[in-house]
């Protein structure tokens, strides 16, 4: 029974599943299509899913990053290169002796430094209210010795001074070495000579002349009275009776003798032309007078060239680069090292190879002009001496007047937004991050009284810098009691004009307060300055008599933080970013730029040559120089299609014949102009003309043209290019000057003739990669609905898709 029973079992099953498989085929297709649409389901879903997770992982970070600052990234370390491992041991024979070449000191003399040499004295300097006081600084050239030192001021002042209750008194180095009073009559010009101890004189000094002006015998009612002023005459002068002393040529001191920083006088450089021209001794030129040009800054340099000794004069610094097959004057010169063949020996008669750089400090002759030789027995060792002089770090090491160069460390070339005197690449950064005017990084602030100066300081936006709405800063300030709440406020100021402000409300004082205020986003340019003032007012005044208002102070402190919204964008041609030196010296170290000239360059050609390169040094900053320069046959491809070139020559030899072709200016054959179309000729041109263009070779690079019909016109560009009163005016693409006079000032204004032209259309063009970020950061407040709209976009792609593929199935 129990056997039987489990047999009906099992043949109930079977029929069962029998009758499954053979009666219902109608609800196994639907079965089957249920099935599908569930699995199209979950599929759909699972590939939504996986869409949205990869937008949210890439969503998160980017709205992480908007609400904190982003970290900066770490500096790069420069490594030495693995091919420039150090000998263990000299290899070469310096001279055993240890006598040091010395200049011989000229005769002492007088020498007369007018105020009106200074830009802030212009036609007087003018002292207003009770007290006022102006500041002049000078220096002291390093073979100087003052034998005597007088003061001679002109002045004049208004007839209203009471005599007996004004005066001038004049201070060198915060000593006073006299006063004046203020007692001529109407119209008289007063004159006063004052002497100075010469052991006050130092390095860097300061001239301060200050003035107490009152109008009554008994108290000046109102301070800002405006017959309360004095002025000094810009004729003033110091006087300067001294003697020169002996000059030791040791490269301790260097860049001295070739460049004296302290000199009153323009430096003058004298190059000696080699007696053949390549590729070595051009870029080695280029690259040593960029580096005079970093050392000068902002001072004057003369730069002239010589074809022989007998044409150096003696105020020259004579610089001679090459080998001495290729600057035969070498052997007349008394040199440290003996020459055999045309090639240097070291101290035990042995040939120095050619990939070995030699450094020289001697003098001519006659001993009265200094001589820089950095040479080699072959180009590769010529390259190298002058690598070493133009490597900030390295130079420090040089000491003796004989240097031998075996090896000079590789320096990367910098980022291309890593530009020292600007602001720092990260956008959140603090005063602390930013330099003062002598490269110290700047602390906390104070200053004193109701007429305290403004803290300035360079807020240099980078010239592809585009700002965003967002940008913003916060200042942290503390001030002292004893300040008036109704009138005493702090504000910000950009390039003078005011963006906000806060009153100072404690008459008991506040510690590091803070404010936000925003920055604008089309005012902060590459040469804009940040004032922050305090305007202190003392609680109590008192009448008829001098306001003691040094208790009054306050402090901006270093930690005063900033935050940009920027992206890099720039629109070029545009020759006043050239102002700042881009887009050629991005990056810093001049890598990204080559010089071409003319096969057979003329004088003019070498000299704009060497003058384009000063300029590239002083708008540049950097641990090295990798500037290069070419004759036009000699510029390789590579260089031709990815640098930023700058062509110079006349219209007849200029190395790109491309840069006349178009409908913009041009310059043509027998003196032909050419502007859209319109054509003239003229006789004579002696017009310059500066021109920069997108590079015909690559649309992400310039070509910058430096060129004129003559060799005059190639010397009116050198004086646009050298002087600042002309450089700082460029505009446009296209720049035409003339000069209207036989030796023109750059001062004058109508000594010379500047049209500027704009013939092309400008291209913008991104700096790096982040835009899209900046964008994204920018208005990371949208990304969550984004994401939800996009996910269901996704979803409805996916179901769409999955029909069709089940209708296709069918």
Same mark, same amino acid.
């Given at each position: 029974?129990?056997?039987?029973?489990?047999s009906t079992r099992s043949s109930?099953r079977?029929?069962?599943?029998?009758?499954r498989?053979s009666?219902?085929?109608i609800?196994?297709?639907?079965?089957?299509?249920?099935s599908r649409?569930?699995?199209?389901?979950k599929l759909?879903?699972?590939?939504?899913?996986?869409?949205?997770?990869?937008?949210?992982?890439?969503?998160?970070?980017?709205i992480?990053?908007?609400?904190a600052?982003?970290?900066?990234?770490?500096?790069?370390?420069?490594?030495?290169s693995?091919s420039t491992s150090?000998?263990?041991s000299?290899?070469?024979?310096?001279?055993?002796?240890?006598?040091?070449?010395?200049?011989?000191p000229p005769a002492?003399?007088?020498?007369?430094?007018?105020?009106?040499?200074?830009p802030?004295?212009?036609n007087?300097?003018?002292l207003e209210?009770?007290?006022d006081?102006?500041?002049l600084?000078?220096?002291?050239?390093?073979?100087w010795?003052p034998?005597?030192v007088q003061?001679?001021l002109?002045y004049r002042h208004?007839?209203a001074?009471?005599?007996?209750?004004?005066?001038?008194?004049v201070?060198?180095?915060?000593?006073?070495?006299?006063?004046?009073?203020?007692?001529?009559?109407r119209?008289?010009?007063?004159?006063?000579?004052?002497?100075?101890?010469?052991d006050?004189?130092q390095?860097?000094?300061?001239?301060?002349v200050?003035?107490?002006?009152?109008?009554?015998?008994t108290?000046t009612?109102?301070?800002?009275?405006?017959s309360?002023?004095?002025?000094?005459?810009?004729d003033?002068?110091?006087?300067?009776?001294?003697?020169?002393?002996?000059?030791?040529?040791d490269?301790?001191?260097?860049p001295?003798?070739?460049?004296?920083?302290l000199?009153?006088?323009t430096?003058?450089?004298?190059?000696?032309?080699?007696e053949?021209?390549?590729?070595a001794w051009?870029?080695?030129?280029?690259?040593?007078h960029?580096?005079?040009?970093?050392?000068?800054?902002?001072?004057?340099?003369?730069?002239r060239l010589?074809?022989?000794?007998d044409?150096?004069?003696e105020t020259?610094?004579?610089?001679?680069?090459?080998t001495?097959?290729?600057?035969a004057a070498?052997?007349?010169?008394?040199?440290?090292l003996?020459?055999?063949?045309?090639r240097i020996?070291?101290?035990e008669?042995k040939v120095?190879?050619? @990939?070995?750089?030699? %450094?020289?400090? $001697?003098?001519? =002759?006659d001993r009265?002009v200094?001589? +820089?030789v950095a040479t080699?027995n072959?180009?590769?060792?010529?390259?190298?001496?002058?690598?070493f002089?133009?490597?900030?770090?390295?130079?420090?090491?040089?000491?003796?007047?004989?240097?031998?160069?075996?090896q000079?460390?590789e320096?990367?070339?910098?980022?291309?937004?890593?530009?020292?005197?600007?602001?720092?690449i990260?956008d959140?950064?603090?005063l602390?991050?930013l330099?003062?005017?002598?490269?110290?990084?700047?602390?906390?602030?104070?200053?004193r009284?109701?007429h305290?100066?403004?803290?300035?300081?360079?807020f240099?936006?980078?010239?592809?810098d585009?700002?965003?709405p967002g940008?913003?800063?916060?200042?942290?300030?503390?001030?002292?009691?004893?300040t008036?709440p109704?009138?005493?406020?702090?504000?910000?100021?950009?390039?003078?004009?005011p963006? @906000?402000?806060?009153r %100072?409300?404690? $008459?008991n004082? =506040?510690?590091?307060?803070?404010?936000? +205020?925003?920055?604008?986003?089309?005012?902060?340019?590459?040469?804009?300055?940040?004032?922050?003032?305090f305007?202190?007012d003392?609680?109590?005044?008192?009448?008829?008599?001098?306001v003691?208002d040094?208790?009054l102070?306050?402090t901006?402190?270093?930690?005063?933080?900033?935050?940009?919204?920027r992206?890099?964008?720039?629109?070029?041609?545009?020759?006043?970013?050239f102002r700042?030196g881009y887009p050629?010296?991005?990056?810093q170290?001049?890598?990204a730029?080559?010089?071409?000239?003319?096969?057979?360059?003329?004088?003019?050609?070498?000299?704009l040559?060497?003058?384009a390169?000063?300029?590239l040094?002083?708008l540049?900053?950097?641990?090295?120089?990798?500037?290069?320069?070419?004759?036009?046959?000699?510029?390789p491809?590579?260089?031709r299609n990815?640098?930023?070139?700058i062509a110079i020559?006349?219209?007849?030899?200029f190395?790109?014949p491309e840069?006349?072709?178009?409908?913009?200016?041009?310059?043509n054959?027998?003196?032909?102009r050419?502007?859209?179309?319109?054509?003239?000729?003229?006789?004579?041109?002696?017009?310059?003309v500066?021109k920069?263009?997108?590079?015909?070779?690559n649309?992400?690079?310039?070509?910058l043209?430096?060129?004129?019909?003559?060799d005059?016109?190639l010397?009116?560009?050198?004086?646009l290019?050298?002087?600042?009163?002309?450089?700082?005016?460029?505009?446009?693409?296209?720049?035409l000057?003339?000069?209207n006079?036989?030796?023109?000032?750059?001062?004058?204004?109508?000594?010379?003739?500047l049209?500027?032209?704009?013939?092309?259309p400008q291209?913008?063009i991104?700096?790096d990669?982040?835009s899209?970020?900046?964008?994204l950061?920018?208005n990371?407040f949208?990304?969550?609905?984004?994401?939800?709209?996009?996910?269901?976009?996704?979803?409805?792609v996916?179901?769409?898709?999955?029909?069709?593929v089940?209708?296709?199935?069918?």
């Amino acid at each position: 029974m129990k056997y039987r029973h489990r047999s009906t079992r099992s043949s109930a099953r079977d029929r069962l599943l029998r009758n499954r498989i053979s009666g219902h085929d109608i609800s196994c297709k639907s079965h089957h299509r249920v099935s599908r649409s569930i699995v199209s389901q979950k599929l759909a879903i699972l590939l939504t899913c996986v869409l949205t997770s990869s937008l949210i992982a890439v969503t998160l970070p980017l709205i992480s990053t908007a609400q904190a600052q982003r970290e900066p990234e770490p500096a790069s370390i420069s490594q030495p290169s693995p091919s420039t491992s150090l000998s263990p041991s000299p290899t070469y024979v310096l001279p055993s002796s240890t006598d040091v070449p010395v200049v011989e000191p000229p005769a002492g003399g007088q020498y007369v430094l007018e105020f009106n040499r200074s830009p802030v004295v212009g036609n007087r300097l003018r002292l207003e209210s009770i007290y006022d006081e102006v500041r002049l600084g000078f220096t002291r050239p390093r073979n100087w010795t003052p034998e005597n030192v007088q003061v001679l001021l002109r002045y004049r002042h208004s007839a209203a001074l009471y005599a007996s209750r004004s005066n001038l008194t004049v201070l060198v180095n915060g000593t006073s070495i006299g006063s004046v009073p203020l007692n001529k009559p109407r119209g008289e010009i007063g004159s006063v000579t004052l002497s100075v101890p010469k052991d006050l004189i130092q390095d860097y000094n300061e001239v301060v002349v200050a003035a107490l002006q009152n109008n009554s015998p008994t108290c000046t009612q109102d301070p800002y009275d405006p017959s309360l002023w004095s002025e000094i005459l810009p004729d003033s002068k110091i006087v300067f009776d001294f003697q020169p002393q002996p000059v030791a040529m040791d490269f301790n001191r260097y860049p001295y003798p070739v460049y004296d920083t302290l000199s009153l006088q323009t430096n003058q450089v004298a190059y000696l032309q080699p007696e053949t021209l390549n590729e070595a001794w051009l870029t080695a030129a280029t690259r040593y007078h960029a580096s005079l040009g970093r050392v000068a800054d902002y001072r004057a340099l003369d730069t002239r060239l010589v074809q022989s000794l007998d044409e150096v004069e003696e105020t020259d610094r004579l610089v001679i680069i090459g080998t001495p097959e290729n600057q035969a004057a070498l052997s007349s010169l008394d040199l440290p090292l003996p020459l055999q063949n045309g090639r240097i020996l070291d101290a035990e008669q042995k040939v120095l190879p050619p @990939d070995v750089g030699v %450094l020289m400090l $001697t003098t001519t =002759a006659d001993r009265r002009v200094p001589v +820089l030789v950095a040479t080699g027995n072959g180009d590769a060792g010529v390259t190298k001496a002058v690598q070493f002089l133009v490597q900030a770090q390295d130079q420090k090491i040089g000491t003796g007047n004989v240097i031998f160069v075996e090896q000079v460390n590789e320096i990367p070339s910098p980022a291309l937004r890593e530009w020292p005197n600007y602001l720092p690449i990260e956008d959140s950064f603090k005063l602390a991050d930013l330099r003062s005017f002598n490269g110290e990084p700047y602390n906390d602030v104070t200053v004193r009284g109701s007429h305290a100066p403004a803290l300035e300081f360079d807020f240099r936006a980078l010239p592809d810098d585009q700002f965003l709405p967002g940008s913003s800063m916060i200042l942290r300030y503390s001030y002292g009691p004893q300040t008036n709440p109704v009138t005493s406020l702090v504000e910000v100021e950009l390039d003078g004009i005011p963006l @906000d402000g806060r009153r %100072l409300t404690s $008459t008991n004082g =506040a510690n590091r307060q803070e404010f936000r +205020l925003d920055l604008p986003t089309d005012r902060i340019k590459p040469n804009s300055k940040m004032q922050v003032n305090f305007r202190l007012d003392p609680r109590e005044r008192r009448s008829c008599s001098r306001v003691t208002d040094q208790q009054l102070w306050g402090t901006i402190h270093a930690d005063t933080s900033f935050s940009l919204q920027r992206q890099n964008v720039v629109r070029l041609p545009d020759l006043e970013l050239f102002r700042y030196g881009y887009p050629f010296a991005a990056p810093q170290d001049l890598s990204a730029t080559a010089m071409v000239v003319p096969d057979q360059p003329s004088d003019a050609d070498l000299l704009l040559l060497l003058e384009a390169s000063e300029r590239l040094g002083r708008l540049s900053k950097a641990d090295s120089i990798k500037l290069n320069a070419y004759r036009a046959s000699q510029l390789p491809p590579e260089a031709r299609n990815q640098a930023h070139l700058i062509a110079i020559g006349t219209q007849a030899q200029f190395p790109f014949p491309e840069a006349f072709q178009g409908s913009g200016f041009a310059l043509n054959a027998a003196s032909v102009r050419q502007w859209q179309q319109s054509q003239i000729q003229t006789n004579p041109d002696r017009g310059g003309v500066v021109k920069q263009m997108v590079s015909p070779w690559n649309q992400e690079r310039v070509l910058l043209v430096l060129t004129g019909q003559t060799d005059a016109g190639l010397e009116q560009v050198r004086h646009l290019i050298g002087q600042d009163p002309l450089f700082y005016q460029l505009e446009g693409d296209t720049v035409l000057i003339s000069a209207n006079r036989d030796n023109p000032s750059p001062y004058e204004a109508n000594d010379y003739n500047l049209e500027f032209l704009q013939e092309s259309p400008q291209r913008q063009i991104v700096g790096d990669q982040r835009s899209w970020w900046l964008l994204l950061r920018s208005n990371w407040f949208i990304l969550v609905p984004a994401v939800v709209v996009a996910a269901l976009f996704l979803y409805g792609v996916a179901q769409l898709y999955l029909k069709r593929v089940a209708v296709q199935q069918r």
